[in-house]
T-cell receptor, first 113, second 115 residues
Framework: KQEVTQIPAALSVPEGENLVLNCSFTDSAIYNLQWFRQDPGKGLTSLLLIQSSQREQTSGRLNASLDKSSGRSTLYIAASQPGDSATYLCAVRPDGSARQLTFGSGTQLTVLP | GAGVSQSPSNKVTEKGKDVELRCDPISGHTALYWYRQSLGQGLEFLIYFQGNSAPDKSGLPSDRFSAERTGGSVSTLTIQRTQQEDSAVYLC?????????????FGPGTRLTVL
């Protein structure tokens, strides 16, 4: 059974810092990995999706990497801003016909002004 | 364009009552998913619909839970004889399975509270 772990569970940084969020998964037979952000009381917003054949994806100040063989992904946020404060979730979709995502428990990020 | 919408946004019910939660996926998305997010359990998959295929119900926690999708669009998740442990945020997502690698787009969720 796939298990997804995110560390740290919570992170607080001053504005302007670069930071890295970590995600690991136990079964490397994945189709893709997706990073989301969730604001309090809201749904999930998709940030980046990395196919299993890709090594990284970038969008603005965000860069996500994937090392499928070692079961790891990182989300790099450059020049953090208070508006980045949210919970960040990673999720993997398995290879094969199943399409449901398995989620990590998230990293709660606070960027202090 | 419009995103995934869900209704109601909040639902408070008494233990033992039945509830229905509704999801309107993004137009043209053939895949629809239900997830549940509860304290201490994180986000859990419940059920998945793809076109006219039989749904994948492997995540439903008990036979009190059921879902249907009419006309390949709107979906309703029904919980019968609700229990306090059913209290959670129920999230719906939709995707084009073969497009953009199957990015799943989530609705705002329905917060269910069972008293």
């Amino acid at each position: 059974k796939q298990e997804v772990t995110q560390i740290p569970a919570a992170l607080s940084v001053p504005e302007g810092e670069n930071l890295v969020l970590n995600c690991s998964f136990t079964d490397s037979a994945i189709y893709n990995l997706q990073w989301f952000r969730q604001d309090p009381g809201k749904g999930l917003t998709s940030l980046l999706l990395i196919q299993s054949s890709q090594r990284e994806q970038t969008s603005g100040r965000l860069n996500a990497s994937l090392d499928k063989s070692s079961g790891r992904s990182t989300l790099y946020i450059a020049a953090s801003q208070p508006g980045d404060s949210a919970t960040y979730l990673c999720a993997v979709r398995p290879d094969g016909s199943a399409r449901q995502l398995t989620f990590g428990s998230g990293t709660q990020l606070t960027v202090l002004p | 364009g419009a995103g995934v919408s869900q209704s109601p946004s909040n639902k408070v019910t008494e233990k033992g009552k039945d509830v229905e939660l509704r999801c309107d996926p993004i137009s043209g998305h053939t895949a629809l998913y239900w997830y549940r997010q509860s304290l201490g359990q994180g986000l859990e998959f419940l059920i998945y619909f793809q076109g006219n295929s039989a749904p994948d119900k492997s995540g439903l926690p008990s036979d009190r839970f059921s879902a249907e999708r009419t006309g390949g669009s709107v979906s309703t998740l029904t919980i019968q004889r609700t229990q306090q442990e059913d209290s959670a945020v129920y999230l719906c997502a939709s995707s084009i399975p073969s497009g953009r690698g199957g990015t799943q787009y989530f609705g705002p969720g329905t917060r269910l509270t069972v008293l």
